[in-house]
């Protein structure tokens, strides 16, 4: 088989373009998503069980659907109900980038909502005992303990869902948009070249995906660096 190197390098511009909107829809349903998940999780938690069956029923239909009909069932099935269209959100959920954001942010924050719940259902009960015991009010342990003990312990599990996120973001181009995968099928309609062009393609969702867990690790390591342990000055003498 004949490998056109040209057509990559040609065409390397347009798959960066489409990289920047695969970046965007990323990054923002990632900070939406894990804004949602903190008062879901504390719901998820509490044992109030008319409190937790929002949560529940949200993880529930979020986690147990494909992205991909998810996707669909927003960007296609919204338009069927005429109070959806005559509502002041139509101009919205009628573009398909708007359409994509929501269901990403809905779905990673249904993933981030279990992550943090059983982060938080792992913080240790003495250190809430102690909190309760110096007086702290309900809202300070939430702050103070259990979020930041919570987010610690989540840190492993959640850079799996980052990652699942990146790669799930290639289904946007089902909906018309030129995410990093729609701006490949666009080139490859055009030159007939799939393997050369998903090559290229699937060499950026590599990149991004080493250039993340990378990040990712240094920041891990940065908010962990209190479990390392420590060389006394005894040993090192």
């Given at each position: 088989?004949?490998?056109?190197?040209?057509?990559?390098?040609?065409?390397?511009?347009?798959?960066?373009?489409?990289?920047?909107?695969?970046?965007?829809?990323?990054?923002?349903?990632?900070?939406?998503?894990?804004l949602?998940?903190?008062?879901?999780?504390l719901?998820?938690?509490?044992?109030?069980?008319?409190?937790?069956?929002?949560?529940?029923?949200?993880?529930?239909?979020?986690?147990?659907?494909?992205?991909?009909v998810?996707?669909?069932?927003?960007?296609?099935?919204?338009?069927?109900?005429?109070?959806?269209?005559?509502?002041l959100?139509?101009?919205?959920?009628?573009e398909a980038?708007?359409?994509?954001l929501?269901?990403?942010?809905?779905?990673?924050?249904?993933?981030?909502?279990?992550?943090?719940?059983?982060?938080?259902?792992?913080?240790?009960?003495?250190?809430?005992?102690?909190?309760?015991?110096?007086g702290?009010?309900?809202f300070?342990?939430?702050?103070?303990?259990?979020?930041?003990?919570?987010?610690?312990?989540?840190?492993?599990?959640?850079?799996?869902?980052?990652i699942?996120?990146?790669?799930?973001?290639?289904?946007?181009?089902?909906?018309?948009?030129?995410?990093?995968?729609g701006?490949?099928?666009?080139?490859?309609?055009?030159?007939?070249?799939?393997?050369?062009?998903?090559?290229?393609?699937?060499?950026?969702?590599?990149?991004?995906?080493?250039?993340?867990?990378?990040?990712?690790?240094?920041l891990?390591?940065?908010?962990?660096?209190?479990?390392?342990?420590?060389?006394?000055?005894?040993?090192?003498?």
């Amino acid at each position: 088989m004949n490998w056109n190197w040209s057509v990559i390098f040609d065409n390397f511009p347009q798959l960066l373009e489409g990289t920047g909107l695969t970046l965007e829809l990323v990054a923002l349903s990632l900070l939406a998503g894990g804004l949602i998940s903190i008062p879901l999780a504390l719901m998820r938690v509490s044992a109030n069980p008319l409190v937790r069956g929002l949560p529940v029923a949200y993880t529930f239909f979020f986690r147990g659907t494909p992205l991909l009909v998810q996707l669909f069932l927003f960007y296609y099935g919204l338009a069927q109900f005429e109070w959806i269209r005559d509502s002041l959100f139509w101009p919205y959920l009628r573009e398909a980038y708007w359409c994509a954001l929501i269901v990403f942010t809905l779905n990673t924050g249904a993933y981030t909502t279990e992550i943090l719940r059983g982060a938080i259902q792992a913080v240790p009960a003495g250190e809430l005992e102690a909190a309760q015991a110096m007086g702290m009010s309900r809202f300070t342990i939430i702050r103070r303990i259990t979020l930041p003990q919570a987010y610690r312990i989540a840190l492993p599990a959640y850079s799996n869902e980052i990652i699942l996120m990146l790669k799930g973001s290639a289904l946007a181009s089902t909906i018309t948009l030129l995410d990093l995968t729609g701006m490949a099928r666009t080139i490859i309609a055009r030159t007939y070249m799939p393997i050369e062009i998903f090559f290229a393609a699937g060499c950026i969702y590599l990149a991004l995906t080493f250039l993340f867990i990378q990040g990712y690790r240094l920041l891990e390591r940065h908010l962990l660096r209190h479990q390392r342990p420590r060389v006394s000055a005894t040993a090192t003498s």
